[in-house]
């Protein structure tokens, strides 16, 4: 088979790609990296030094002509959970400006400005995308199956949690599948039953399998154009109506909630620790242990908001140190650094209490070890990326089985 050409926007340190080309049948043929709020692209420097500089953009994507990126078979990215609402219309029939500075914008307006678009999209985000804003609950995942209706491509989803598959952490994030209706993969989508799709053929399902909570699937039409959708989705109603699992294909929404099936090894924390000498950075000096157990500890007090507003807070307590025998919490973006923290991991070995080292941030990440080593690269920007990171476990699965996929139709 041909080899796949890639389009990969917001690359961060290319967990992507590391992805998709260690099946062999893709390659990366233009990425993006940029990251707005830093004068230092770290990322993208990290980016260049594991894959090199050619064909390698550090700008602003929103500024990127389309014209200056390569047609490509597939455009894969990890984007950011924004605010997705529309703002307005123009009077061309391309019309749609979306919010200024939401980068879901400049994946729509490069699909809708190449002239050969991408016939497969694969993308990555945080699992909260399916149930907000809070005030129109699912109405950001609604106008995203919109527009890309609109732009003539099928879509398939699901929140998998890495570590219900065996991977080395709990993380859940939505990856969603888009297929142009230019290909005999929207075809065969298009002539299969939803729950067939949902449950045995679809490219997720091959890759992650399911059991179904209930038989019902839950079947709605999204028709009104993007503005009215923007304006009027799910204006009354408490929940999302969108599931973890589910298909769009010509305006209509097929959902269900659905649960992993997986017989096979788990690897756990314990696992992926070094075995060698950890510099003394990494451990906890006694003097701080009380800090830590408070952080980590369950609370009951009054606290008072700078505006003098006094309430009550509550928390329940964590696990503390983290559990050797199970898959690691989520890794978070504030990992690095050594001020005690609840949401840091601790482990306990013979030498005492210590946080995780940036190459075990990587491999719960299922990344090569040292990846993102790089001289000018602090321990806590590394921590960073691995908080930023996708599992590459989960990227490799789909990417098989969708490159079997249309290799074979």
């Known amino acids: 088979m041909k ?111 190449k002239k050969n678009p991408p ?22 995942f609604a106008i995203m199956l919109k527009s890309l209706d609109d732009l003539g491509y099928a879509v398939e989803w699901r929140v998998i949690n890495a570590a219900d598959y065996g991977m080395p952490q709990r993380r859940r994030r939505i990856f969603f599948l888009g297929y142009h209706k230019s290909t005999p993969l929207y075809n065969q989508f298009k002539n299969i039953p939803p729950k067939e799709w949902i449950f045995d053929s679809g490219t997720i399902s091959s890759s992650f399998p399911i059991t ?67 510099p003394d950075e990494f451990y906890i000096a006694e003097d701080q242990f009380e800090k830590w157990e408070y952080l980590k500890g369950s609370k009951k007090e009054i606290r008072t908001a700078k505006t003098g507003f006094s309430y009550k807070y509550s928390e329940g307590s964590m696990i503390f140190p983290d ?25 306990q070995t013979k030498k005492g209490l210590r946080r995780l080292t940036p190459l075990e941030l990587e491999r719960l990440n299922m990344f090569p070890d040292d990846h993102t080593a790089l001289e000018g690269i602090s321990n806590t920007k590394r921590a960073f990326f691995m908080g930023n990171a996708l599992v590459v476990g989960v990227v490799q699965k789909i990417a098989n089985v969708l490159a079997n996929k249309i290799s074979s139709t």
């Open 3 to 113: 080899k796949l050409k890639v389009i990969e926007l917001f690359a961060g340190v290319g967990g992507f790609r590391l992805g998709l080309e260690d099946s062999d049948n893709y390659r990366v043929v233009w990425s993006n990296q940029w990251e707005p709020s830093t004068k230092t692209q770290h990322a993208s420097l990290v980016y260049e030094a594991r894959f090199g500089k050619q064909n390698h953009s550090n700008m602003d994507i929103s500024e990127v002509e389309t014209k200056v990126i390569p047609d490509a078979d597939i455009l894969v990215g990890g984007f950011p959970c924004q605010d997705y609402s529309v703002a307005t219309t123009l009077q061309n029939s391309k019309g749609l400006i979306g919010k200024k500075g939401v980068l879901w914008w400049s994946i729509h307006r490069i699909l809708s400005e």
């Open 119 to 140: 016939k497969y999209l694969f993308l990555e985000n945080v699992d909260r995308l399916l149930k907000s804003p809070s005030n129109q609950r699912g109405r950001d």
């Open 212 to 278: 179904d909570t209930s038989t019902k699937i839950d079947s709605f039409t999204i028709n009104e154009d993007l503005v009215a959708l923007s304006e009027n989705f799910n204006v009354d109603g408490n929940l999302s109506p969108f599931q973890n699992t589910g298909v769009f294909i010509k305006g209509k929404v097929h959902t269900t909630k659905t649960l992993p099936y997986f017989g096979g090894k788990k690897t756990v924390l314990s696992d992926i620790l070094e075995k060698g000498i950890i």
């Open 323 to 347: 559990a050797l025998d199970n898959a690691s919490r989520t890794i978070i973006t504030g990992e690095g650094g050594k001020s005690p923290s609840r949401f840091k991991h601790v482990v």
